[in-house]
């Protein structure tokens, strides 16, 4: 999505080796025109795919889920990161490793919203490892509902979790996928 | 707002004395047409406002300022629960008291995107105790932004924080105010 590679070239920063912030316009201050394009692109993506709720996790999925859910017309599911007081007991666990805080945290999705008769997209900012997005799956797995694809802003190509997902067959589309960042230059993947 | 007031009668549980569960529609699973309705709601009571920015916390109040952002065509600015490691130390911070989970808790916003420039409208879920809002109103003192006012989807009228923001002169729209629940009934209060 060129828009997108462009803000990051425009408005990104990069921060020692390999964080990219992007907190301008896409996790911290929305730039809201930014998202609503995102959402239409990723609907673009899986408009054919009988979508019945988009999945994402809390905090910075959110809005981009919500301007894909905008375009879906279905609910979104944001999973909850550790066990909350109010969920109850009636939910969905995986347990997910962040290297950027370097600690395991469990994320949770109420059994009542998610089933065997839904078809998800997962939608996320960033996928680097790709553990996030595997708790996911694994949520979706123990709900039996199917996987229409995942959605991603911006993946960083040169950690593992994009090709581990690829390899498993999983649709993954990232809007943009950066190669190489050095020495304050972004290079980015060609994509379709 | 009526459409508001209905779903939570309809999908609304009541947990324990003071707890309302609105997570199927408003902080687990988002139903997109009621936020985009909210967002419309806000925008009606700010528009004349010249509003620059939509600010409210992470996680469950992200949804609701995009849909008023998307009415307002202004960026959202989210404040952080917790030092983040990749926000720099160039952040507004304020101590705030979660009666939920009994801890305080830190919430940052980067000085780069709130400003002396800026009139906010501080959007939320849920307004109990108001600490949270009251966190935001500190942090939008520090960056000298102005406070058009503060927009609320469910109010507990029985808690202090609404009356305690009224009383200090802000304007507090809450498009629903729950004044009452008991055996299972909610009393709402009548609203303009």
Chains 1, 2 share one sequence.
Do not use: W
Request: hydrophobic share 40%; glycine share 8%; net charge negative.
């Amino acid at each position: 999505m060129k828009e997108l590679e462009q803000r990051i070239l425009k408005d990104g920063d990069i921060l020692g080796g390999d964080i990219l912030k992007v907190d301008s316009f896409l996790n911290h201050q929305l730039d809201i025109t930014l998202l609503k394009h995102i959402g239409e692109a990723f609907y673009e993506k899986f408009k054919d795919d009988k979508v019945t709720k988009i999945v994402t996790i809390e905090a910075s999925g959110i809005a981009i889920a919500c301007f894909a859910a905008l375009k879906f017309n279905v609910p979104v599911v944001f999973a909850k990161k550790a066990q909350s007081h109010n969920l109850g007991n009636e939910v969905y666990t995986s347990k997910v490793h962040s290297y950027t805080y370097d600690r395991d945290y469990d994320i949770t999705v109420s059994r009542k919203y998610l089933s065997e008769d839904d078809t998800i997209v997962i939608i996320d900012d960033f996928m680097a490892n790709g553990l996030a997005t595997e708790g996911l799956l694994d949520i979706a797995k123990q709900a039996g509902a199917k996987v229409a694809g995942i959605g991603i802003c911006i993946e960083k190509g040169f950690q593992p979790g994009g090709r581990r997902l690829r390899d498993k067959g999983y649709k993954l589309v990232s809007l943009a996928i950066v190669d190489e960042m050095k020495e304050g230059e972004i290079r980015f993947r060609e994509l379709d």
